[in-house]
């Protein structure tokens, strides 16, 4: 109940800060920066060294890879059927596929789940699974239908190697078994603690909830994919090879978390549909407490 009350509050406070004009929705940027560069990299080289490796840690990452890949390909077909702009339907392919993998889903799993040591399979869903499509299917995405950025090997490349958590894994993993000093460890966790409200109030600045009723169409098919058809795919993969445990349920819980904050961002920056954008990500946060609350209960 207390990481749901501080989810609601930093949202909430976020949403304020930006209502009262305290802060704009463009501060959102900076305390994303902050998540990205410093507290989520903390949690990384705190956690990383803790994993035991094994086949079953590669669930979450053969999870996340079926339950993007159907939802793209679902998003393809409707966008058809209802004839989406080139823009929305741009907008669908990275919001509706892309999952908040960290800033929710680690809140949020730590009051569903019992278990303690879900941890390093919510790093590698994240990380391997949600990042890595985050870096290179996001920027084949922005580029194909914004025609405005050229994709080659190189950027991908750069964009992957760049990014301070999945650098900080690759360190960590040479420190997989080594226990760290007592004062690092404790910085680490000082840092580490700011995740999830510095996340979520910069969630909060950026929460659109205005919808036109032109965006109704659109924005229903992408949280009807992104919440109801994503956990559903991954309890299906889950069930056709049998896979039981804790490493299955942290990844169909995170399968069902809202769309990815960030993605909301560059589908708005790349002028992918922004007020629409905005909107999935404010109701998918909100809806997303009900739906993923529903999903705990089925494992």
């Known amino acids: 109940m207390e990481n749901i009350l501080l989810i609601l509050f930093a949202l909430f406070l976020g949403y304020m800060l930006k209502r009262l004009n ?12 902050f998540v990205l560069y410093v507290s989520y990299p903390a949690i990384v080289l705190l956690q990383t060294p803790k994993i035991n490796f094994s086949f079953e840690l590669m669930i979450p990452v053969l999870i996340a890879w079926s339950v993007m890949t159907l939802s793209a390909i679902l998003i393809l077909v409707l966008s058809k059927i209802f004839d ?25 799993i730590e009051t569903y789940m019992p278990d303690e040591n879900f941890m390093p399979y919510l790093l590698v869903y994240d990380q391997l699974g949600t990042f890595l499509a985050f870096a290179i299917y ?29 650098l900080c894994l690759i360190i960590a993993l040479f420190f997989v078994g080594v226990e760290f000093h007592p004062t690092i460890t404790k910085v680490l966790e000082a840092f580490a603690i700011t995740t999830v409200p510095v996340a979520l109030v910069a969630a909060g600045l950026q929460m659109q909830l205005k919808l036109p009723k032109d965006d109704i169409k659109p924005f229903s098919v992408a949280l009807i994919i992104k919440l109801i058809f994503a956990p559903i795919i991954a309890l299906i993969v889950c069930k056709i090879f049998g896979w039981e445990g804790l490493a299955s349920d942290v990844s169909i819980l995170e399968a069902s978390m809202a769309p990815m904050i ?38």
């Open 22 to 33: 305290i802060m704009h929705k463009d501060g959102s940027i900076a305390l994303n920066n």
């Open 262 to 299: 960030t993605a909301g961002a560059i589908a708005a920056m790349a002028g992918l549909a922004p007020r629409l954008s905005y909107a999935i990500i404010g109701y998918g946060i909100l809806i997303s407490f009900g739906t993923t609350y529903i999903v705990s209960l089925l494992l």
């Open 84 to 108: 989406f702009s080139k823009e929305v339907t741009g907008s669908l392919m990275l919001v509706a596929v892309l999952t908040n993998s960290s800033f929710l889903g680690i809140p949020l």
């Open 138 to 166: 996001g920027t084949f995405i922005v580029s194909i239908y914004t025609s405005k950025t050229k994709i080659t090997f190189k950027l991908i490349t750069v964009k992957v190697i760049t990014f301070p958590p999945f």
